[in-house]
């Protein structure tokens, strides 16, 4: 398989970007080539297409599968696995808002519930900061949990009210004081 310019300008900078969001740059690269691909790749495609050792292919695509941002397709006569990206657009964002939530904040919840739990550390300032903290983070995870139930289209109907919504926000008073001020 021979990349198109456009192709292989795209697979460059998502392994470039890669690095940047926590991946490696094979893994970034591996998931543009199956973004961009019409036609689900089997491993030996990705690695032809990329250059890369047929290894960092089967480890970028275990990466890509822990994910859950590849889907694994099997073609009749073909014993080979074929792997494609979600073709909705708004499924691999949910997605990956989805992994990283699980990944990196709900960890640092638990934390941070736990700090509290464990009783007073005569640090009053530490402590304050803390609760404060959880709190946010509580609330960012409760308005995640709403937007995650509303079906794409009312949610790009939500997105796209940007401005407006902030107006609407200022009309009914504000939003919580205590969140927004530091104490």
Same mark, same amino acid.
């Given at each position: 398989?021979?990349?198109?310019?456009?192709?292989?300008?795209?697979?460059?900078?998502?392994?470039?970007?890669? !690095?940047?969001?926590?991946?490696?740059?094979?893994?970034?690269?591996?998931?543009?080539?199956?973004?961009? !691909?019409?036609?689900?790749?089997?491993?030996? !495609?990705?690695?032809?297409?990329?250059?890369?050792?047929?290894?960092?292919?089967?480890?970028?695509?275990?990466?890509?599968? !822990?994910?859950?941002?590849?889907?694994?397709?099997?073609?009749?006569?073909?014993?080979?696995? *074929?792997?494609?990206?979600?073709?909705?657009?708004?499924?691999?964002?949910?997605?990956?808002?989805?992994?990283?939530?699980?990944?990196?904040?709900?960890?640092?919840?638990?934390?941070?519930?736990?700090?509290?739990?464990?009783?007073?550390?005569?640090?009053? *300032?530490?402590?304050?900061?803390?609760?404060?903290?959880?709190?946010?983070?509580?609330?960012?995870?409760?308005? *995640?949990?709403?937007?995650?139930?509303?079906?794409?289209?009312?949610?790009?109907?939500?997105?796209?009210?940007?401005?407006?919504?902030?107006?609407?926000?200022?009309?009914?008073?504000?939003?919580?004081?205590?969140?927004?001020?530091?104490?």
């Amino acid at each position: 398989m021979k990349l198109t310019p456009l192709q292989q300008e795209f697979v460059l900078h998502f392994g470039e970007m890669g !690095s940047r969001w926590g991946i490696n740059r094979t893994v970034g690269q591996i998931y543009a080539l199956l973004f961009l !691909s019409s036609e689900p790749l089997n491993a030996d !495609s990705i690695t032809g297409a990329l250059g890369v050792s047929r290894s960092n292919t089967s480890m970028g695509l275990k990466e890509l599968q !822990s994910w859950n941002l590849v889907r694994l397709k099997h073609f009749q006569g073909d014993r080979r696995d *074929y792997f494609t990206t979600p073709e909705d657009l708004w499924e691999i964002v949910r997605i990956l808002v989805a992994e990283r939530k699980k990944r990196e904040i709900d960890p640092t919840l638990t934390k941070l519930r736990e700090l509290e739990m464990s009783g007073p550390a005569g640090d009053d *300032y530490a402590e304050a900061r803390i609760a404060e903290l959880r709190e946010l983070i509580e609330m960012m995870t409760g308005f *995640y949990a709403e937007m995650e139930k509303l079906e794409t289209e009312r949610l790009v109907k939500l997105m796209t009210m940007g401005q407006r919504i902030a107006g609407l926000i200022d009309k009914a008073g504000g939003v919580l004081p205590a969140l927004t001020k530091r104490k």
